[in-house]
């Protein structure tokens, strides 16, 4: 499931129906409706975000007598590594060096502990190559 569909940015909504389902699933459109905590959204709203998640591959769903229950088909740290694989990959493409350089910058100034964790990942992707 590796398709560009699946790897878009969300919008505000999707994002925020998507936290939801990921912390708890299986839920119906009704359930979802309740359980955002925005201004009341229209069911029909929701229902076609939904809809549209599920043709994006972000959630599955199964039949449940009248009502589709939805459930992530995946994971939040998948959805995370496909949108930063979709945004970096044509920043590498163009210049690599600065992309490294601030990817770096970032990692220490989090935590200095973060460019040894790089250092390991490099070296456990040296070793499987």
């Not at 599955?60 to 740290?77: M, S, V, W």
Request: aromatic residues 4%; proline residues 2%.
């Amino acid at each position: 499931m590796t398709s560009k569909r699946t790897t878009r940015v969300l919008g505000e909504l999707e994002e925020r129906l998507m936290e939801i389902v990921w912390k708890e699933h299986p839920l119906s459109v009704r359930e979802v409706c309740a359980r955002v905590r925005r201004t009341r959204l229209a069911y029909t709203t929701v229902m076609t975000t939904l809809d549209r998640l599920h043709t994006k591959g972000l959630l599955a769903r199964t039949k449940q007598g009248n009502a589709f229950l939805y459930l992530p088909a995946i994971d939040h740290t998948e959805y995370q590594r496909r949108v930063i694989e979709t945004a970096l990959a044509p920043m590498f493409a163009q210049d690599a060096e600065s992309v490294l350089a601030a990817l770096i910058k970032v990692a220490a100034s989090v935590d200095e502990r973060n460019l040894a964790r790089l250092e390991r990942l490099i070296a456990e992707h040296r070793r499987r190559r």
